[in-house]
């Protein structure tokens, strides 16, 4: 099995303690159903590095040897995306196979950037109600090579709230509403101190159904003459969907006959982010708010007195928490505010890595 796994790692600045003295490393894990990233101090302990790749594989067999091998992330859905394994795709490992598969790209992440062992691990988890999956994906993340000094887990929205409210652990001390606006669930859940309250979780709107919009609406608008794999047309929502100032943007395709054809996309990707926030704003408000406010009536009046925090990787589309707080506001008849971390793609892990500190001190 390969440990060449190809990521993006970067530094992002230090806020609070990040730990890293000689003490054991405090590392946040969120394995996601469409990327995994891992944060750990940087040497001089003054920020933090993260790791960040698709989660997924693909096989194929060495012509020479007939093993079978493996590429992991960004690497197995360029090179053969007729055949990529996105194992987490429900948002939880479902069966032994996917948790075998798991723990193959997660170890394999772990080796290619020499994370301590001597590490105190803290991993967010999704609000599903599947406890074979949760338990599966529990298994994968302790039985690593890492986290031999302190394992935990907390809810994946906590960890995800924590960047966007300061630069330490202010979100545990606070009484507030998370919108985790994911790939493959749209989750809501209000906290009081750091307890977490009335969980929702719907599959209707997710980031993923996103990306099969776009593919369909980029046929329609090219009148057929271009059709898209759902992986290009994630790409064209991560790079070009903007709700402030979106531009019209010209791809090229081959021609199967030779030749090249070259399109201008101006519609698709606003078109398919607009009706997801749409439906995002209606299960907020109509289904998670209208659950809270019955189970939790002063919770519902203390929460929406305090911003509301979106994470996810749907957060990062400029302009989309000025939309959601607009829109909010206007299907509640009252005025709501919403935030997001800087990153809200690094939050969750960048969340659980600074409990990790705290745990580990």
């Known amino acids: 099995m390969s440990s060449d796994v ?30 995994t990233v891992i944060a750990f101090p940087t040497e001089d302990g003054d920020g933090l590095t993260t790791i960040r ?21 960004e690497e197995a859905a360029r090179e ?32 290619s950037h020499d994370i301590p062992a001597d590490s105190a691990v803290v991993y967010a988890i999704p609000t599903i109600d599947n406890p074979a999956g949760l338990e599966n994906l529990q298994n994968v993340i302790e039985s690593s090579p890492i986290g031999s000094a302190l394992m935990e887990s907390y809810p994946e929205s906590l960890c995800g709230s924590i960047p966007a409210f300061g630069d330490d652990l202010e979100a545990i ?39 099969r919009v776009i593919a369909n609406y980029v046929e329609e608008e090219t009148q057929g003459r271009v059709n898209i794999d759902i992986t290009t ?26 030749g090249s054809h070259e399109f201008t996309i101006e519609r698709s990707v606003m078109d398919a982010c607009n009706e997801y926030l ?34 996810g990787g749907m957060a990062c ?6 939309e959601f707080e607009q829109r909010v506001s206007e299907a509640l008849g009252r005025e709501v505010e919403a935030v ?20 580990a001190e």
């Open 80 to 111: 053969y995306p007729d055949r990529v394994q996105f194992m987490l795709r429900s948002g939880l490992p479902e069966d032994e196979d996917r948790a075998e598969l798991t723990e193959q790209f997660f170890t394999s992440v772990i080796e």
């Open 233 to 258: 047309a994630r790409e064209y929502k991560e790079e070009h969907a903007d709700f402030d100032e979106f531009e019209p943007f010209t791809d090229i395709i081959q021609q199967p006959g030779g």
């Open 6 to 35: 190809e990521t993006e790692t970067e530094e992002v600045s230090g806020s609070g303690d990040t730990g890293g003295s000689d003490d054991a490393v405090p590392v946040g894990v969120k394995l996601g159903s469409t990327r």
């Open 340 to 359: 997001a971390a800087e990153r809200p793609d690094l939050s969750a892990t960048i969340g659980a890595q600074r409990i990790a500190a705290r745990l």
């Open 173 to 211: 001390e606070q009484i507030f509403v998370a919108v985790n606006m994911g790939s493959t669930n749209l989750e809501a859940s209000a906290y009081r101190r750091g307890e977490q309250i009335s969980p929702f979780t719907t599959g209707a709107v997710t980031g993923n159904e996103v990306d």
């Open 53 to 73: 790749t698709l989660t997924c594989l693909a096989s194929y067999d060495d012509p020479l040897t007939g093993e079978t091998k493996y590429l992991y992330g």
């Open 317 to 322: 589309i400029p302009g989309v928490v000025e």
């Open 278 to 311: 749409d439906d995002v704003v209606d299960e907020f408000a109509n289904t998670f708010l209208s659950q809270l406010a019955n189970d939790h009536m002063k919770i519902y009046q203390l929460a929406l007195d305090r911003p509301i925090v979106l994470t």
